[in-house]
């Protein structure tokens, strides 16, 4: 059966929605990422032999595909993020809502039980 055009809309407006948090999540693992590089280099100046700088070593070439993997998802997610956050760009999301709950309402008459009431005795 085809999408009806409340289901179109609660798609894309949910599609806006899980972008953000996607975009904010994956900022802050990039930041996360960045903190625990610190970490490895002052354990790599600390290690007391080779073993233990080449296990810090691997830890730090792990996250740092960790960090990748997070920037491409920042970057992925990016355009949508600053659409949905631009101020000019509310009224219009904000209008969306209010078309979906319209159409939802329209949606609900159409395909529902509708009865014809007698106007006349």
């Known amino acids: 059966m085809e999408k009806r055009p409340s289901e179109i809309l609660t798609d894309f407006l949910n599609f806006l929605e899980t972008a953000e948090r996607e975009h904010e999540s994956a900022y802050a693992a990039v930041g996360k990422e960045d903190s625990r590089v610190q970490t490895f280099l002052h354990d790599m100046e600390f290690a007391p032999d080779r073993n233990e700088r080449n296990r810090i070593a691997t830890r730090l070439q792990q996250s740092r595909r960790e960090r990748r993997k997070a920037k491409d998802r920042v970057q992925l997610y990016g355009k949508v993020h600053e659409f949905?956050?631009?101020?000019?760009?509310?009224?219009?999301?904000?209008?969306?809502?209010?078309?979906?709950?319209?159409?939802?309402?329209?949606?609900?008459?159409?395909?529902g039980n509708r009865e014809f009431k007698n106007r006349v005795d």
């Open 84 to 111: 949905y956050t631009d101020r000019q760009n509310q009224n219009m999301v904000k209008a969306l809502r209010r078309l979906q709950n319209e159409q939802v309402t329209t949606e609900k008459y159409l395909f």
